[in-house]
């Protein structure tokens, strides 16, 4: 079974940069799929980004397409969302999620999920 430990969230103003990273731990990372949600208070989980088990290929969410990359580096058993130029709206916790099938736009695609960190961007 995967463990995912989210890292790297935090407060910081609009326009900055922020790196999550994703450490899995249990079995081998390149057998899945990996995405990144968030979800802000009173809000349903929102997509952001994706990944092949392979890395070569990734999936976007309008919102953050040409500000967020997604990367995975299957040797350290390790996924990163790096930010770019934060946007209030961007402010949510942040979950790392792992699918045994494919990379998908949809929640419940994934089976393995973290516990999240929390991204706050203040104006």
């Known amino acids: 079974q995967v463990q995912l430990v989210e890292s790297g969230g935090g407060l910081v103003q609009a326009g900055d940069s922020l790196r999550l990273s994703c450490a899995a731990s249990g079995r081998i990372l390149s057998n899945y799929a990996m995405g990144w949600f968030r979800q802000a208070p009173g809000k349903e989980r929102e997509f952001v980004a994706a990944?092949?088990?392979?890395?070569?290929?990734?999936l976007y969410a309008n919102t953050v397409e040409a500000r967020f990359i997604i990367s995975r580096d299957n040797a350290k058993n390790t996924v990163a969302l790096q930010m770019n130029i934060l946007k209030p709206e961007d402010t949510a916790i942040y979950y790392c999620?792992?699918?045994?099938?494919?990379?998908?736009?949809?929640?419940?695609?994934?089976?393995?999920w973290g516990q999240g960190t929390q991204v706050t961007v203040s104006s």
């Open positions: 999620a792992a699918s045994a099938r494919a990379y998908s736009r949809y929640a419940d695609d994934y089976d393995i």
């Open positions: 990944i092949t088990k392979s890395g070569r290929s990734t």
